[in-house]
């Protein structure tokens, strides 16, 4: 059946997303989700949203959520896009500005899902590999690539570089800089006014992680309005369903509980890095709302892959990436609630003791 198929579709793998356990019972470390659910004014929005009108087809143009998010972050809605989550923006991204064969760089290793929507459009993946400390390398400037993904914090190293460096490096790409700010809100940092001073800058946000709503799918891009204009032809005209564009506008009208949950994350996360260096892993510095963490030089014996099956057997599921293999030694878990956490902090403390 193969030869019916496209060539770079049919040699691709095809991306395996961390796992969806369809039981309960899991403590789910491992896909970075909010720990807490969305607020109660949110949950009651989308409840009284599902009414007669979900016959009818969304607001194509997501208007009332652009100028929502143009007032939040001081932009105009024309330099705004919404998407059925962030993946269909980056998805977007490529099929407006990559042809087959030409160049999409990253550096690696990041966000997995780059490379498979890069193989689907048949342009050819540049991964340039970060240094041990996921600063930036400088070999990141390719000449002639069509677009460069800079996930930021990223993933799964959680790590933020400045607005500074990322600016400069903005400057001197060929074409597009995308920067994925998936988990913004849990840092410093924050690149919005690149769309002001760049006309090659695409910032990219989703509400899948900081304001508690993977499951509705919704994202949103920042460009200048000539990159706007062009990204609109390529996305489907009806991308974001009536109770998702609902749920945004409800976030965004309680955006301070947004806020307040992600300080609440950022504390956890403190204390889930210091005691896992007490631990003997080392723990990258991180501004998202995960850690990576390797196995560390005094923890002799011990190896990622056994622990994250030891702790899935003890229905805590924490992420193991088999590739690319400058991970195998390591484990990323997501920040999860206080109890969670002490949960994994007791299941580690024994596993590693026994
Ligand atoms: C860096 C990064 N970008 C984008 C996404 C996709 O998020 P969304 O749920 O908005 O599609 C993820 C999801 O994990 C991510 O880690």
């Not at 929005?45 to 929502?68: F, G, H, Q, V, W």
């Not at 989550?85 to 990559?98: K, P, Q, T, V």
Request: aromatic fraction near 8%; charged fraction near 25%; glycine fraction near 6%.
């Amino acid at each position: 059946m193969s030869e019916l198929f496209r060539a770079n579709i049919a040699a691709m793998r095809g991306y395996i997303p961390g796992e969806q356990p369809q039981d309960s019972g899991y403590i789910k470390l491992n896909t970075n989700e909010n720990p807490y659910p969305p607020t109660p004014a949110v949950v009651e929005r989308i409840r009284s949203a599902c009414n007669s009108d979900l016959r009818l087809y969304p607001d194509p143009d997501a208007n009332d959520l652009r100028e929502k998010l143009a007032e939040l972050f001081s932009v105009v809605p024309q330099q705004v896009i919404a998407g059925n989550g962030s993946d269909e923006l980056l998805n977007i991204i490529i099929r407006s500005f990559a042809s087959e064969g030409e160049k999409i760089v990253y550096p690696n290793p990041t966000y997995g899902y780059y490379k498979p929507l890069i193989d689907i459009q048949g342009a050819e993946a540049v991964p340039i590999e970060f240094p041990a400390d996921y600063s930036l390398p400088d070999e990141l400037v390719v000449p002639d690539a069509r677009i460069t993904f800079l996930a930021n914090p990223n993933g799964p190293s959680g790590t933020l570089l400045p607005y500074s460096e990322v600016a400069a490096l903005c400057a001197r790409v060929d074409g597009i800089l995308v920067v994925d700010e998936a988990y913004v809100d849990f840092s410093e940092g924050g690149c919005i006014r690149l769309i002001d001073e760049y006309r090659n800058a695409i910032v990219v946000r989703t509400m899948s992680k900081s304001f508690s709503l993977a499951g509705m799918r919704i994202g949103f891009a920042f460009a200048p309005v000539e990159l706007i204009k062009g990204m609109w032809k390529v996305k489907d005209h009806y991308n974001i369903n009536r109770l998702s564009l609902v749920a945004a506008e409800a976030a965004l009208d309680d955006i301070d509980a947004m806020r307040a949950n992600a300080i609440r994350v950022c504390r956890t996360r403190a204390r889930l890095s210091d005691r896992l260096r007490e631990l003997g892993f080392y723990i990258w510095d991180s501004q998202a709302n995960f850690l990576l963490a390797r196995i560390g030089e005094n923890m002799a014996g011990q190896d990622a892959a056994t622990l994250y099956a030891n702790l899935k057997k003890r229905r805590i599921l924490v992420r193991y990436f088999q590739n690319p293999p400058r991970l195998a030694n390591c484990l990323r878990i997501s920040i999860g609630t206080e109890a969670e956490t002490d949960a994994l902090l007791a299941a580690l403390q024994d596993l590693l003791t026994a």
